[in-house]
């Protein structure tokens, strides 16, 4: 069992920068891929970013692709979304989530991950 608490979530204006931050705790070892997701209303989770636990590559969407960075941290077993350049589309709840190696097949579907976080809101302005 796994545990994921999200963090950091808010409102800024377009343009500004953001960043979350995933607190996991339980069977930590278990997981393999940590990634973040997004839901606009009405609609199915979409994959931002992921990032294998061990060895740190990582993946992105092609819409925050640049603007977006995902790093983690092994000793504190925190992983971070550092959200910059903001755009008002970027508006959703952001969920946390880890995964097991079957995440490879596809890293950024939410169907191959088991444990979420409660959600953040994050708001975009104009």
């Known amino acids: 069992q796994v545990q994921l608490v999200e963090s950091g979530g808010g409102s800024v204006q377009a343009g500004g920068s953001l960043r979350l931050s995933c607190q996991v705790s339980g069977n930590v070892y278990s997981t393999s891929f940590l990634a973040w997701f997004r839901q606009f209303p009405g609609k199915e989770r979409e994959g931002v970013a992921s990032i294998l636990r061990i060895p740190g590559h990582t993946f992105y969407s092609d819409s925050v692709k640049g603007r977006f960075t995902i790093s983690r941290d092994n000793v504190k077993n925190t992983f971070d979304l550092q959200m910059d350049s903001l755009k008002p589309e970027d508006t959703a709840m952001y969920y946390c989530?880890?995964?097991?190696?079957?995440?490879?097949?596809?890293?950024?579907?939410?169907?191959?991950?088991?444990?979420w976080g409660q959600g953040t809101q994050v708001t975009v302005s104009s």
């Open positions: 989530a880890t995964g097991l190696r079957k995440a490879m097949r596809a890293p950024l579907n939410y169907t191959n991950y088991d444990s």
